[in-house]
């Protein structure tokens, strides 16, 4: 297909939509402020939503390898451990949803998700500055430093602090819900008289933790909380804090949660934000896509899975449509009410409390939704 398309970020939804459009035959190019991927220490939940769109990246069997399967998600008391509710996963929910739940390391979805694409599509060290218009149809970005590349359509996957978003609808004023997440990996065997065979979700009265393994023989654990702290508000991956603060803030909780706080050799601290939906998420030939349109707060761990929904969703649109910004309505249109439901479900902090219906949620396939016509 003879359009040129630039996608702003290579994160995990820039880089599923990299993917799919390498592999309908669009010429694509990532821009990337990073100088190269880090490992980020951090665990991820991918949902069968998101095992979905995975598999038709054809990554599924490299992360079935790597990753843990739990039987449950388990939610406890914090205090008691006594189960309040219990979502069933493992086998149960792959029969039920037609894709296995895994949770794994950050790392190992990221550079799986690098390898659904090209080795020269992705560019580091550009970090977008403007869009503008390049004769009739093209597009020009400018990058911090000076240099520019042309394209005839733009995807803003470039995360929770989007320039692409900045440029299309003005700064964003999030509400900080005086709340942080703590998070770190490490290995399991550091953790002292305590196995941990699933992944558990301690609720205690004002704050939680979510405990899993993040490797297929449960090698390595991580662990994400969330606990009052109005006084820190950097939303930030590499921010650290003394895994001491999270040892005091899980005082109160289970000996095992305490066992695997106390086991854990550095901590990393995430200010928790809270934002609305957002009414359009793009205007002619650019659009937004991932955290960019509908960051959400991680209670749901479904940010990154409803990115990978997008990506799949919008290829579609554009296989669909050869006008790009006709391509971008269609999936807009498809796309808003779905993730503006979980992004506001998310933000109650209320998933799998009580069991409940996880249908609406786990069962969505991105490759098969019928597309929406373009049009808000
Ligand atoms: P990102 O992955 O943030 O990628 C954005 C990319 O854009 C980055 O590489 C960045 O460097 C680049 N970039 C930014 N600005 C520019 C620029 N100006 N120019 C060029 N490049 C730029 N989701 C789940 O599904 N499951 C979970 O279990 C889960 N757990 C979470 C736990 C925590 C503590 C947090 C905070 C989030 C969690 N999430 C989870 C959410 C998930 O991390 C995000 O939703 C997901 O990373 C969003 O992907 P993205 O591609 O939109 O953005």
Same mark, same amino acid.
């Given at each position: ?20 459009? *390498? ?50 998600? *388990? ?42 694409? @090209? ?67 490490? @290995? ?189």
């Amino acid at each position: 297909m003879d359009i040129e398309i630039a996608v702003v970020g290579a994160g995990i939804g820039g880089l599923a939509a990299a993917g799919f459009l *390498s592999r309908a035959g669009f010429r694509v190019t990532v821009y990337e402020q990073a100088r190269g991927f880090e490992r980020v220490g951090a665990g991820i939940q991918m949902s069968p939503n998101a095992m979905r769109v995975l598999r038709a990246l054809g990554l599924e069997d490299r992360l079935r390898a790597a990753a843990f399967t739990p039987p449950t998600w *388990s939610h406890r008391a914090a205090d008691t451990g006594d189960l309040l509710g219990d979502l069933v996963l493992g086998a149960d929910a792959e029969e039920r949803f037609g894709a296995p739940y895994l949770v794994l390391h950050r790392g190992d979805l990221h550079q799986a998700l690098q390898s659904a694409v @090209p080795p020269d599509v992705v560019r580091f060290r550009h970090r977008l500055a403007g869009i503008e218009p390049a004769g009739s149809s093209r597009l020009r970005l400018r990058f911090d430093g000076g240099t520019a590349a042309e394209a005839d359509a733009v995807i803003g996957a470039d995360g929770v602090h989007s320039r692409v978003r900045e440029l299309l609808l003005g700064p964003e004023r999030p509400r900080f819900t005086g709340r942080v997440a703590h998070r770190t990996t490490f @290995p399991s065997s550091l953790v002292r008289g305590f196995t941990v065979t699933t992944n558990t979700k301690w609720w205690g009265a004002d704050r939680h933790i979510v405990i899993y393994p993040v490797t297929a023989n449960a090698g390595e654990l991580y662990y994400v909380t969330s606990v009052p702290d109005p006084a820190w508000d950097t939303e930030s991956w590499s921010a650290r804090c003394d895994p001491v603060e999270v040892v005091e803030a899980m005082a109160g909780f289970h000996p095992e949660v305490r066992a695997v706080v106390a086991a854990a050799p550095e901590a990393h601290k995430w200010a928790l934000f809270e934002r609305d939906p957002l009414e359009r998420w793009g205007e002619g030939a650019v659009v937004l896509l991932g955290d960019a349109c509908h960051p959400m707060t991680p209670y749901m761990a479904q940010g990154a899975a409803t990115s990978l929904e997008d990506a799949a969703v919008l290829v579609r649109a554009m296989a669909g449509h050869a006008d790009p910004a006709t391509a971008f309505a269609a999936y807009e249109a498809t796309r808003l009410d779905r993730t503006a439901r979980v992004q506001l479900t998310s933000r109650t902090n209320t998933w799998g409390r009580a069991g409940g219906d996880t249908s609406w949620l786990y069962g969505y396939d991105a490759l098969t939704v019928p597309l929406a016509p373009p049009g808000r």
